[in-house]
């Protein structure tokens, strides 16, 4: 009967279109802890509603071993300004690479539709069948890992999408430049490549990479054919010597297919005999966000715990310099990348722009919840706790997820959190909001003694 009832409102559910720029066919594929706690009971105070776990059985094993992947995403660096060039990259290339990776099982069919060039395509995504990384859906992706962990069991791979209430293309969609984003604003705190149609070294936080150039104003960027007028204005010979200039996170970029990818490794540079680059021989290594789960995708691979894995993303995709070439890819990268823009520390307030309220501050939680979250990293999560004064967390809600994708602002009221809060307040219980950065950090943005009124 579940599984009925689920079918039905599967069936009933309206998916809207999402618009989006052309999207080329992709080569062969060749190859922290959590602050939360279980509340505690305090005995003074009434005890937190206790939360009844689902059952996750049937989807058991799903995901080898779903607990190690989350802890694997937890233990990722945090991007700080003593760290190395190398150690920049390389944590851009595996932030992107977990939400390429990552691996789930729907609890109910899911089908939706997006058009590319005016083509419409129907995806379909049946339960038993396990997910590698987030789909694609292009305009309404706004999906992140963060923001998917709110409905995913660690111990079983499962993803509860009667919980999302239907809008489950918010939560795990994800598009060409979003997926390439959630990688780099591990380090970068800019939203200048949200929407790559805007590409343009000189109003987003870019740099061209190797000796090619363009003149701004001169192409277009969104769906035409800018790149490629720069590869021909520029030549072959300086093309690839581009190409060769990569390093491992740097981004290329074509605007005819309205595609951005994210380099994977230093790509391999071959000389032909007269020393000159060889666009067939070279090649770079790359991740991408990109179209699949159709009805009629066969690229499904039957893992070693007899599950079947769709792969929703491309891991480790070889293109030559001569694919770059006639797609019309140039390359670039972020400057946090190259010491054009510092990494900054995390930093997270509530009350009003240029104007934080300290911790401590004597205000009742209405009037907490009425103020405005500032960070200075896009916001992923958010989340609001009552603790005692011991530290043992009483009640903990976890919300979201955040609607627009890299903000740096966002409401914070909860109606949830505000009816449960009342029980604890007893002069000596404390309130907490925290909200998750795409650095990956857990950030404290006010903390005070809870009162109601």
């Known amino acids: 009967m579940k599984r009925l009832f689920a079918l039905i409102l599967c069936l009933v559910t309206l998916i809207s279109l999402c618009a989006c720029g052309a999207q080329e066919e992709a080569p062969a594929t060749t190859a922290a802890t959590e602050l939360t706690t279980e509340p505690a009971t305090e005995p003074t105070t009434p005890s937190a509603p206790v939360e009844v776990k689902k059952d996750f059985s049937s989807f058991a094993n799903i995901v080898a071993d779903p607990k190690s992947w989350y802890e694997g995403l937890m233990a990722l660096p945090i991007a700080n300004s003593n760290m190395t060039e190398q150690e920049l990259r390389q944590l851009c290339v595996d932030a992107m690479r977990y939400n390429l990776t990552f691996q789930w099982t ?3 069919d899911l089908s939706y539709s997006f058009t590319l060039l005016e083509r419409t395509s129907e ?25 998917a962990l709110n409905y995913y069991d660690v111990e079983t791979g499962a993803m509860d999408i009667l919980a999302m209430n239907g809008d489950f293309l918010s939560v795990l969609s994800s598009a060409c430049a979003r997926g390439c984003e959630w990688g780099w604003s591990r380090v970068s705190n800019s939203t200048g490549l ?17 000796p090619y150039t363009y003149l701004p104003g001169k192409y277009a960027f969104g769906n035409g054919d800018g790149t490629k007028r720069i590869i021909e204005d520029n030549g072959v010979d300086v093309m690839l010597e581009s190409y060769a200039a990569m390093k491992m996170a740097d981004g290329v970029y074509s605007s005819s297919s309205y595609h951005v990818m994210m380099v994977a ?10 020393g000159k680059i060889d666009p067939v021989e070279s090649y770079a290594i790359i991740l991408e966000q990109d179209a699949v789960g159709s009805k009629t995708d066969k690229q499904d691979i039957k893992q070693s715990n007899g599950v079947t894995l769709r792969q929703l ?17 140039v390359p670039f990268t972020i400057k946090e990348l ?39 990293y896009a916001i992923c999560a958010l989340e609001a ?20 994708p890299l903000t740096m602002h966002c409401a914070i009221r909860s109606e949830e959190f505000s009816e449960k809060a009342p029980a604890f307040a007893n002069g000596e219980n404390t309130v907490h909001i925290y909200v998750r950065l795409s650095t990956g950090e857990l950030k404290e943005a006010f903390t005070t003694v809870l009162k109601i009124n």
């Open 123 to 147: 995806v379909y995504l049946p339960q038993k069948i396990a997910y590698s990384g987030l789909f694609y859906c292009n305009n309404n992706a706004k999906g992140n890992v963060w923001k």
């Open 194 to 210: 949200e929407n790559m149609s805007s590409y343009n070294q000189y109003n987003s936080n870019i740099s061209l990479v190797g």
């Open 106 to 108: 729907p609890t109910m």
């Open 385 to 404: 706790q009552v603790k005692n004064p011991a530290g043992e967390v009483l009640l903990s809600e976890k919300y979201g997820p955040i609607s627009t």
């Open 265 to 274: 490794a230093d790509p391999v540079i071959v000389y032909d005999a007269n």
């Open 313 to 329: 993303g491309g891991v480790d995709r070889k293109y030559t310099f001569q694919d770059l070439m006639n797609k019309g890819y």
């Open 338 to 376: 190259i010491g054009e823009d510092p990494v900054e520390a995390a930093e997270a307030y509530i009350g009003s722009l240029n104007a934080p309220v300290a911790n401590g501050t004597d205000m009742i939680l209405d009037d907490i919840f009425s103020k405005t979250l500032f960070t200075n």
